[in-house]
Structures are given as structure tokens and as C-alpha cells.
């Protein structure tokens, strides 16, 4: 699978949008980066708040999300076993207004014109 940075020239010309596009592309990855908003989460923690989520699938989305850049994975050796928790990063946290842009964005769409779609 191609990265953000790879997926920019897609269709033969610069084309920013489809990084944006690949950063968020996955069933589970813009509810783990809503998730990171408010604080950081370890894997276990993570798959329990997402219902349906398998462990592959997560690490999945976990690992493309880290190679992104999105979010860091912190690793402190001190536990037994080693805990490893997950935050965003700058480009991560440089996405919470675009997220939140995209549920307000849903959210008036389903309150406007769902309803015309479904009336049809």
C-alpha cells in the first residue's frame, strides 16, 4: 500500500488532496485519531473502545498511521510487560480542526439532505 507522500502524484500531477485522502483512508483510522485528541492509548485500550475492530486490523491501521506520521508509538521498557502507548504528532494534531470540520460537515449532511436522498 502506498504512503500519504507517495499517493501526492497518483494521477500523474501534484495532487495534495489525495495524501489527505490516504492519511485518513481506513475504516478505523479517523476514530483513532479521535480517539488520540484527548489523550494517548495503549493498543488493548484502543481495540476495546472500537467494536468490531479486529487486532489485525488495528495494528493495520496503526502501522499505516505511524508511517504517516500521524502518531508515535512510546515505548517504556520500566513495565512488565513493556507498556507501549500511542499520541499524535504535529502533522496528528495539525489534523484534529479537519476531523472536526468533517463530523460538523456529516452531521449537517445527514441533517439536511439524507432526508432528501431517503424521501427519493
Request: with cysteine; aromatic share 8%; hydrophobic share 40%.
Given at each position: ?49 472500537l ?34 502507548s ?24 445527514l ?10
Amino acid at each position: 500500500m502506498k504512503n500519504a507522500v507517495e499517493m501526492s502524484y497518483r494521477h500523474a500531477e501534484f495532487c495534495p488532496l489525495d495524501s489527505t485522502l490516504q492519511v485518513l483512508d481506513g475504516k478505523w483510522k479517523s476514530i483513532i485519531i479521535c480517539r488520540l485528541i484527548h489523550h494517548d492509548y495503549r493498543f488493548t485500550e484502543l481495540l476495546r473502545g472500537l467494536p468490531g475492530c479486529s487486532q489485525r486490523m488495528l495494528s493495520l491501521q496503526l502501522s499505516q498511521l505511524l508511517g504517516d506520521h500521524i502518531i508515535v508509538k512510546h515505548i517504556d521498557p520500566s513495565f512488565v510487560p513493556i507498556k507501549c502507548s500511542y499520541s499524535l504528532t504535529a502533522a496528528g494534531k495539525s489534523l484534529i480542526p479537519i476531523i472536526r470540520a468533517m463530523d460538523n460537515w456529516g452531521n449537517n449532511y445527514l441533517k439536511n439532505f439524507a432526508r432528501i436522498v431517503k424521501d427519493s
